[in-house]
């Protein structure tokens, strides 16, 4: 199993900076791609940026050049700097992982339990 543990989410005001960090721990043979959803209330969970085990970024059209996503596997953890933030930006954000429990073994989804990110305006 792998369990993912996000910090880091709080209150800032907008034009202000968070970084988030999501750590995996458990048991796992390698972690794929790891990547930052997030959910406004009422609204679905959307993408905000991946990450591949070789280092490719994809990010939602919304916070292109404001967010950076980044992973540090000698640490099993992954980061999210967000810039520039707008109070569109007030969602739970969500931790995501693709591991793979062995060497020859299926990959699977493993989600955190969240962590809030408020902006004032």
């Given amino acids: 199993q792998v369990q993912l543990v996000e910090s880091g989410g709080g209150l800032v005001q907008a034009g ?26 009422g609204k679905q ?6 990450i591949t085990s070789g280092g490719s970024t994809n990010y939602a059209d919304s916070v292109k050049g ?7 596997d000698a640490k099993n953890t992954a980061y999210l700097q967000m810039n520039s933030l707008q109070p569109e ?18 990959l699977n989804d493993y989600w955190g339990q969240g962590t809030q990110v408020t902006v004032s305006s």
């Fill in 16 to 41: 202000g900076s968070l970084r988030v960090s999501c750590a995996a721990s458990g048991s796992f043979f390698s972690i794929n791609a790891m990547g930052w959803y997030r959910q406004a209330p």
């Fill in 45 to 50: 969970r959307e993408l905000v940026a991946t």
């Fill in 66 to 72: 404001r967010f950076t996503i980044s992973r540090d």
């Fill in 89 to 106: 930006d007030t969602a739970v954000y969500y931790c995501n992982a693709i591991a793979r429990r062995s060497r020859y073994g299926r």
